[in-house]
């Protein structure tokens, strides 16, 4: 999960080098096809070993890299497509249904390696089955996407829509040179910092409570093996709803204002995340409930963050916003949340392991609080 977390947040990194400033329709298909073969890699290559006797643990950590790696690829191009062809007032629900990918893909899993091996009896399906339908599916995202409206022949989606940010004009739909938007719309870009040093937080809280929840559940709570295999699945399935709702409401209730909707779901993520930890052993269903909730509440500002970040810079260049605070949140959050919190749970026991993760939430609000201005100023309803 580190390697593959590393990964992730360097490919996001690098694809932000090439997905701006060019057409959006070969980045799209391109890392899912590279992802199925360093995941086909991930199948074979170790296999030989395997029965060659002497098998390198390297081999294992290159393979979770490169997986890692193409499948970061895939946010900078996915955020950049929506902001050219949906408004602002309607990016929150877009986003949020884009998002739930996350959860969908994941579920499909099983049922594709079930698939597979009733059809060909052999473990090696849970790689080329899934492989094999991703590569349908960058077909088809070749076959059907496009770059702009206006490589269609359409007006901006500003003007169709009647929609327009603050500060937008002509200049929004020029294309600017790799340097103009790493330097002067990314690095310079101080509120786009902030956000993605939220994503470190909410990463964080996201993967430490995640990656920990089996173990935790087990040696303090008492659970047997089956039933916090269940709480797993049930906090990875309640993200759907809870990402939805809030994709609606920052659109709907909050008129776009993504850093208030990000605060509201993180404090009752602190709350809840508090229950958990402190409620005593032995009353199961309010773990379970507790649980649940986190799960419903964090993935709606994880999706947030990406969100606003593609919001806080001119959509030419959204790809490389949404790659930067990819690299923060894998890099800094995901792989943190391996090391760090199983390191202060050695170290302090599991009371120090969840005051980290309350830290976390708290300063996750804070950076989000300090764009909360500007999102209110970008608003339809802002001053």
């Known amino acids: 999960m580190t390697w593959a977390g590393a990964g992730r947040g360097l490919g996001g990194l690098r694809y932000l080098e090439v997905s701006d400033g060019r057409g959006l329709r070969p980045f799209q298909p391109a890392p899912l096809s590279a992802d199925r073969a360093a995941a086909l890699g991930a199948d074979h290559v170790p296999v030989r070993l395997y029965r060659l006797g002497h098998v390198q643990c390297g081999d294992h950590v290159r393979a979770a890299f490169l997986n890692g790696w193409v499948q970061g690829m895939g946010w900078p191009p996915c955020g950049r497509t929506m902001v050219h062809w949906w408004s602002q007032k309607e990016r929150g629900r877009i986003v949020s249904t884009w998002n739930i990918a996350h959860n969908v893909g994941g579920g499909l899993i099983g049922p594709l390696f079930i698939l597979g091996m009733a059809w060909y009896n052999d473990w090696h399906s849970a790689f080329y089955v899934p492989a094999a339908v991703a590569v349908g599916v960058a077909v088809f995202a070749f076959l059907t996407m496009r770059d702009t409206p206006q490589t269609c022949g359409l007006p901006p989606i500003e003007a169709y829509k009647n929609d327009y940010p603050e500060g937008y004009d002509d200049s929004h739909e020029k294309e600017f040179s790799t340097r103009e938007i790493l330097v002067e719309h990314v690095l310079k870009n101080r509120l786009l910092w902030y956000i993605a040093l939220a994503n470190v937080f909410v990463y964080l809280l996201r993967y430490g409570v995640l990656d920990w929840a089996p173990t935790y559940l087990q040696e303090v709570k008492g659970f047997t093996v089956d039933k916090s295999s269940w709480a797993y699945f049930l906090y990875e ?20 204002n993504r850093a208030a909707t990000g605060i509201t779901f993180m404090v009752l993520v602190t709350l809840f995340t508090a229950l958990y930890w402190l409620t005593p052993p032995g009353h199961a269903m309010l773990d379970m409930f507790s649980l649940i909730a986190i799960g419903f509440l964090i993935y709606g500002p994880v999706m947030l963050i990406g969100l606003h970040a593609l919001e806080l810079v001119p959509k030419k260049a959204a790809g490389t916003a949404a790659g930067f605070t990819g690299l923060f949140g894998y890099l800094g959050g995901s792989v943190a949340a391996s090391a760090l919190v199983g390191y202060t749970v050695d170290a302090y026991g ?4 969840f005051a980290l993760l309350i830290g976390a939430c708290v300063l996750a609000i804070v950076l989000l609080a300090m764009t909360s201005r500007h999102a209110a100023r970008q608003s339809p309803t802002g001053g």
């Open 237 to 256: 399935w309640a993200g759907i709803p809870g990402t939805l709702l809030c994709g609606w409401l920052s659109d709907r209730l909050f008129k776009g």
């Open 350 to 353: 599991w009371d120090g392991g």
